[in-house]
Structures are given as structure tokens and as C-alpha cells.
């Protein structure tokens, strides 16, 4: 994962630290059934404030669970532990994670920044807004609501492709258009 906003905003410290909370709560939860709740007061304070987070799992380079939120709810440090849980044991996508599979597992760990919305009125200016490999994208329609990290530009190059495939995702047809449809956009810090 290799898409990130324009500025770095946690130290290496912090991002170290991140990843080991992902880790930990990982690990406690094979032991436990458990996610870390990490204390605040062991935790430096650039890691208290409210952020949006997804933890991203990889085992030999493919998929293995991704969970996060888009909006910020809780303490960055708890919000990796939460998540990083979650990706490990509660995608439905994918199997629990199993103790053995740990030590070939690639944490990704993307700190959102806060989502901003796109006035559209046609797919075409949408599509001429886009900015791959830096935006994230949120779509609503009705019940309707998904969204792609940055990171997905590297699978999916190309606008009007990215776009189709997030319709899909929420359940839309890859064409869909509607003066409904409501789009945000945002970037990540995504790490390591």
C-alpha cells in the first residue's frame, strides 16, 4: 500500500507503534478471543486524537481481511487495535485468521483523513476530478454505500474503471448514474 496523503503527519515512532498495537491485538486475539484495549496513558499523546482508520491483512501478497471505519470514533491507537482485530477475525469475506498463518501476515495500516464532498452533477466531472492513487472514494445512494481506499488505484488505474467497480461494490450496477448518487472524497496516511 503504497498511497498516502501528500504530507506524513505521524512520526516513525508512531507508525512503529501503530503497527505493534496491530500486532498485539492480533495476538491477543488468537490467545483470548480478545481485542487489545489499549490504555490511553502508555500510549504518546499524537496517538489520542478521534481518527478514521482501516487495517489492511495480507498472507504471501493477497487479501486476508480488511475493516475500518470512515468516520473518526475513537482514539487513533484504540481504533488500530479495534480494527486490526476486526480484519484478522470478523471479515466475512475471509477465514479467521489461524495462529500458524501469523508470522506470514503484512499489517497495512491507512489513518484517513476527513472525508470532503464532491459537488458532481455528471459522471464525467467526476471522473475529471478524480486524482488516482491519492483519492479515496465514498458513494451513497439510498441504502446504497461503499468506498475504496487509495491503495485500490493500484489495481484498478484507470477512473472511469475505479468508479465502475466501487458502483458494484455497493451494489449498483458498473453504469449507474443518478442525480442522487453522492460522492466524497479523501486521502490516507497508509503505512508501512
Excluded at 32 to 53: F, G, K, M
Excluded at 141 to 151: D, N, Q, V
Excluded at 165 to 175: E, N, T
Aim: charged share 25%; aromatic share 8%; with cysteine.
Amino acid at each position: 500500500m503504497n498511497s498516502a496523503s501528500p504530507e506524513q503527519l505521524l512520526s516513525e515512532e508512531d507508525r512503529t507503534i501503530l503497527l505493534a498495537v496491530a500486532r498485539t491485538s492480533i495476538e491477543q486475539g488468537l490467545d483470548s478471543n480478545l481485542a487489545l484495549v489499549p490504555d490511553l496513558l502508555e500510549y504518546p499523546e499524537t496517538l489520542h486524537p478521534l481518527r478514521a482508520t482501516f487495517v489492511t491483512l495480507e498472507l504471501d501478497h493477497r487479501l486476508q481481511g480488511c475493516i475500518g471505519c470512515l468516520e473518526a470514533s475513537r482514539p487513533l491507537v484504540e481504533d488500530v487495535a479495534h480494527h486490526a482485530f476486526a480484519a484478522a477475525f470478523e471479515d466475512p469475506r475471509f477465514p479467521r485468521l489461524r495462529r500458524w498463518e501469523l508470522s506470514g501476515v503484512d499489517v497495512h495500516i491507512s489513518v484517513l483523513s476527513e472525508p470532503m464532498p464532491l459537488p458532481i452533477r455528471h459522471e464525467r466531472d467526476l471522473l475529471a476530478s478524480l486524482q488516482p492513487g491519492v483519492d479515496g472514494l465514498i458513494l451513497r445512494y439510498r441504502e446504497h454505500r461503499a468506498t475504496f481506499l487509495p491503495a485500490v488505484w493500484d489495481s484498478l488505474s484507470e477512473p472511469r474503471e475505479f468508479l465502475q467497480h466501487l458502483k458494484r461494490k455497493a451494489g449498483l450496477p458498473g453504469d449507474f448514474w443518478s442525480s442522487e448518487l453522492r460522492f466524497e472524497r479523501y486521502t490516507t496516511e497508509a503505512f508501512p
